[in-house]
């Protein structure tokens, strides 16, 4: 199939400029530091296509990106990292089972609830007193098998560890997983609108990264996990082979360098052709019917409702495909880290950083939301140059050594929050539309 | 001539809904505009007191044009205004709402105030009950009450008995007949024709946006082909 | 006796620490309640006015401190507070001006405001940590506690002690004062009636002579007063770091949507649910039983039902349980 890929001159001039940034980056700061911007503008595409697909083309709001990526970070986790033998010998096995069958009666005693009683004070009534046999359940069963599991080695691994499958499996794993988790969200809060579903969304995120971060026995918690296995080679295996050490010299770079340009050039290669797939996709399901009928339900909901669109459906339906993406962007994140961190989960990062991307980028597109993926990541990393820069112009005519321009120099690293919350603000009054607008379709 | 509306024109984007309509109000008049649904109605009265922008046309109120004008300075000049829904704060008392009415006219708001619990004194039993748990009659007092307390020259109700009952609004026409022969001249849009009419010295008959019939309102529910078309024989 | 101490435990460890956090919340969901019901968007930039707030109050206690100018044994940030007050609404007057005004004029989806609002949070938070840094600081500088537990003990003679510090006394009383010069201000002034009836319903406001320009004055006015009053009493009680304030915005929404958003006094009743539960659940009460059953009849293990790790989860879980149960929280507030 031929896509539009390129087909319109203002997105081929966006994607120079971008094109442009990186080769300004690399020479005069270094390949390295352009390809380290690269690989984060590339994840952070993806994460703000996945928005975008919520928000520009059904108006739902999605606050709850951290979650998801965190989520997917966990999934890398799970899967790639080698399990830890002795607690599947005894102990998990038995945990793992009880939690699947506790969701699983959850989720029935809600359908039973639902069918046949129907006084709400007893339902709530009879719910609570779910939730704390429930919660003495956790208390007498899992807490103890749990202690085992974070006491076994606990300086090394204390958690179950995972499936010992290669990371690059994590990121479709994590793109179902998160579709499941945004299946069970979406049933839920997707009833809510606007301010309320944003709000909602903000609180489950936080609370599933409470999670992730007190369940040590799951990924660690706040200890971390470190050591992930790569998709790409290492640079010391790189370093001993003979053809990069000739090809180092006769590019007259360091060994060290070009080991870590490669490794870097991989990952960009590895998550070029994901956004690609994505995209492509994405593309051609906008094309569809099915597309079609998404923007008739967010242009008029209740017109497209009387067209016999069932509007709950489809919102469900986008919501899991929006959260999936983010999912598999949340696994490539922690792929290239090499660990999973959940204390660095923070909504300013994740949810609204993602959030400004989209709306900057242009809601309702997806190259909209790659160039905004791009341009923002590229203005937070390159924010604190650019704060010291207007420092400097703001304080030209005072002397180096006074006080207010040491000092402001000093505290030039928050100037990227100040900045972005600018840019935020200027767009939506001056260009409501982004850089790229939203394609005209029949 | 307090009130004088010339050749106005009006409507939402491209659809002229008023096409050329005039009225006309007395000093202590009461005046009707009637006419079958979607004549117009509610859009002219809308468009006299300046909520939608007049495309062509002179509004002339206490022989001075106020058609730029827009709708808060025309309370200030003398008009106000019941609308047709959430014509009362539902979350606010009844004194409340009244004392919002009185919002910019400080100085007389007690005598006003004791003027429309005279009127409507159901009013004065419940004024400290909030004003979303009154009936829909009181409502209609309350909202009538809210829009007196700006001590207004010219009254315009939009559809004052639109959802209430028969006896409510037989209430209602009985006091509005009370309130202009206290002085302030009504203007009242209706779906109730003959009612409307019984009470009113002027009556207006709409169609497809422009005047049909212009008359007392005795001589229109006299008329044979009004009552044929309008008022149901 | 041992009924007193577990009644002496029960106050030290949850009463006095449940109404200053309560009080600290209830100010910040007023704050979030009266944007919402006037301007009709959720304003997540609050949790960054209060730390405003809070920042000027210490740069204005550093001013005053330089003077030597003192009330002990009160804190000087007291002091401070009007004026740092004053540089708070004039904020917040600022930011409707340049960053919300236009989107209001426009009549754009309340998303797109509260879009807004999350710049303004940026670039707040971004003001803040250039003028003032991100690192710890301690606004008490009078004296600690008004009743420490070791004199508590001697004077009564429990084994349980109860400490009330000074901070904690006067976050309770200064959100006295302010709740109820606010109730007043709402219900009993003119300027009050007509923002409730401006919220109520906006054409009818418009058609009696309200004016728009007044009721958003007066709305900034009072949510700068509230937030600069909330963030100086939440880094009083605590200490003042600018990152925390980030934090406590999601559970002051979960104040605001628990009490029913839009109403003044389910926003205070929210403020106490939120606190309150936080304690309520995390707290172990094995020592509370100890002093009322006899000691062979405690259950082993800690009595707790969910661990201190998970506090500040409970009031996201209370959030989003009152949002998918009941979205119109306890006081029937406005849906969004």
Not at chain 3, 117 to 137: A, E, K, Q, W
Not at chain 3, 254 to 259: D, L, R
């Amino acid at each position: 199939m031929k896509t539009d890929f390129f087909s319109e001159k203002k997105y081929i001039n966006a994607y120079l400029v971008c094109a442009f940034l990186f080769l300004l980056v690399g020479l005069f700061q270094s390949w390295n530091v352009a390809f380290s911007i690269l690989n984060l503008c590339l994840i952070s595409a993806i994460m703000s296509i996945g928005i975008n697909i919520q928000w520009g083309n059904s108006g739902i709001v999605n606050f709850g990106v951290m979650g998801f990526a965190a989520i997917g970070g966990l999934c890398g986790v799970l899967i790639s990292m080698p399990p830890t033998l002795e607690v599947w010998k005894d102990g998990t096995a038995v945990i793992l089972i009880i939690l699947f069958s506790f969701l699983i009666s959850g989720i029935l005693v809600k359908k039973f609830l639902k069918k046949f009683i129907y006084n709400k004070y007893l339902k709530i009534l009879l719910s609570i007193i779910i939730i704390l046999f429930s919660l003495y359940l956790i208390k007498s069963i899992f807490i103890p098998s749990i202690n085992f599991i974070e006491n076994t080695n606990s300086a090394k691994t204390g958690y179950i560890g995972g499936l010992n499958l290669p990371i690059i499996l994590s990121w479709p794993i994590a793109g179902l997983f998160c579709g499941v988790i945004a299946f069970l969200i979406g049933k839920i809060a997707l009833g809510l609108r606007s301010d309320y579903l944003a709000i909602a969304t903000l609180g489950i995120s936080e609370i599933i990264i409470y999670i992730i971060k007190n369940e040590e026995w799951l990924a660690r918690g706040v200890k971390n996990v470190n050591g992930l296995p790569r998709p790409v080679p290492y640079e010391i295996d790189l370093q001993k082979n003979e053809f990069i050490q000739t090809l180092s010299n006769t590019l007259n770079l360091s060994v060290i360098e070009l080991s870590s340009l490669i490794v870097k050039g991989l990952y960009s290669i590895l998550f070029i052709l994901v956004l690609l797939i994505i995209f492509f996709l994405l593309q051609k399901a906008i094309k569809s019917p099915w597309g079609r009928m998404m923007r008739a339900v967010r242009d008029n909901e209740t017109s497209a409702e009387a067209m016999g669109i069932n509007v709950k459906k489809r919102h469900l339906q986008v919501f899991i495909i929006g959260s999936a993406i983010i999912g598999i962007s949340g696994a490539m994140l922690t792929t290239l880290d090499g660990q999973f961190t959940p204390s660095s989960y923070q909504p300013l990062r994740y949810t609204f950083l993602i959030w400004i991307m989209v709306i900057i980028g242009g809601s309702g597109n997806n190259h909209g939301a790659i160039i905004g993926g791009f341009a923002i990541w590229f203005f937070w990393i390159q924010a604190e140059p650019i704060g010291i820069f207007l420092i400097e112009l703001i304080t030209i005519f005072l002397s180096d050594q006074n006080e207010i321009k040491l000092y402001l120099l000093n505290h030039a690293a928050y100037m990227r929050l100040l900045l972005m919350g600018l840019v935020l603000i200027l767009a939506l009054r001056f260009f409501p539309k982004g850089i790229i607008e939203e394609e005209k379709r029949l | 001539m307090l009130l004088d509306v010339r050749e106005i024109i009006c409507g939402y984007e491209n659809t002229i809904i008023v096409d050329g309509c005039n009225f006309s109000v007395k000093k202590g008049d009461i005046a009707c505009i009637v006419g079958p649904n979607g004549a117009g109605k509610s859009t002219a009265m809308k468009a006299i007191f300046g909520l939608i922008p007049i495309m062509s046309g002179q509004v002339i109120f206490n022989n001075e044009d106020i058609t730029s004008l827009n709708p808060q300075e025309r309370v200030m000049k003398g008009m106000s205004f019941v609308p047709q829904n959430n014509n009362i704060f539902q979350e606010m008392s009844v004194e409340e709402n009244l004392e919002m009415g009185a919002f910019i006219h400080q100085s007389s708001m007690n005598e006003n105030l004791k003027n429309v619990y005279n009127l409507f004194p159901i009013l004065n039993e419940k004024k400290s009950q909030i004003a979303g748990e009154l009936s829909g009659g009181q409502r209609q007092q309350l909202a009538v009450g809210r829009a007196l307390m700006t001590n207004p020259v010219l009254l315009m109700l939009d559809e004052p008995s639109a959802g209430v009952s028969p006896i409510v609004m037989k209430d209602l026409f009985t006091k509005l007949k009370a309130i202009s022969k206290m002085g302030t001249s009504i203007l009242v849009v209706e779906q109730n024709a003959k009612q409307a009419l019984e009470i009113s010295n002027l009556g207006f008959v709409l169609q497809n946006g422009k005047n049909k019939y212009s008359d007392t309102g005795k001589a229109l529910l006299q008329n044979p082909e009004v009552r044929v078309s309008f008022l149901g024989g | 006796m041992e009924i007193i101490n577990a009644f002496a435990l029960i106050i030290n460890y949850i009463i006095i620490p449940g109404l200053t956090y309560g009080c600290q919340l209830a100010l910040g969901a007023l704050g979030v309640t009266i944007i919402y019901t006037v301007l009709r968007f959720s304003n997540f930039a609050h949790g960054e006015l209060m730390s405003f707030g809070a920042m000027t109050s210490i740069l204005i206690t550093w001013i005053i401190s330089y003077f030597d100018l003192s009330i002990y044994p009160l804190p000087t940030v007291i002091l401070a507070l009007p004026i740092s007050i004053l540089i708070t609404i004039s904020y917040c007057l600022l930011i409707d001006k340049y960053c919300f005004k236009y989107h209001r004029e426009k009549n754009s989806k309340n998303v797109i405001s509260l879009i807004v609002s999350i710049g303004v949070m940026f670039f707040t938070s971004g003001l803040i940590r250039v003028l003032i840094g991100p690192n710890d600081r301690t606004i008490n500088d009078g004296e600690r506690f008004i009743i420490s537990a070791r004199k508590f003990k001697e004077i009564t003679g429990l084994t349980e002690g109860i400490s009330l510090k000074l901070s904690q006394g006067i976050t309770i009383i200064v959100s006295i004062i302010a709740v109820v010069l606010l109730f007043w201000f709402l219900n009993k002034t003119k300027t009050g009636k007509s923002m409730r009836a401006y919220s109520d319903n906006k054409d009818l406001a418009l058609l009696s002579g309200i004016k728009t320009e007044n009721v958003i004055f007066y709305t900034w006015l009072i949510t700068g007063t509230l937030a600069c009053i909330a963030g100086t009493l939440y880094g009083l009680d605590k200490s003042y770091k600018p990152f925390t304030y980030l934090q406590l915005v999601l559970p002051i929404f979960a104040a605001a949507i628990v009490g029913g958003i839009g109403n003044p006094i389910g926003a205070i009743i929210g403020g106490f649910v939120i606190s309150f539960s936080e304690l309520l659940i995390t707290f172990s009460y094995n020592k509370f039983l100890s002093y009322l059953i006899p000691i062979n009849f405690l259950p082993e293990g800690s009595l707790q039902l969910l661990s201190t790790d998970y506090k500040i989860a409970i009031s996201f879980i209370i959030l989003v349980l009152v949002l998918i149960l009941k979205p119109t929280g306890i006081y029937k507030g406005k849906l969004l």
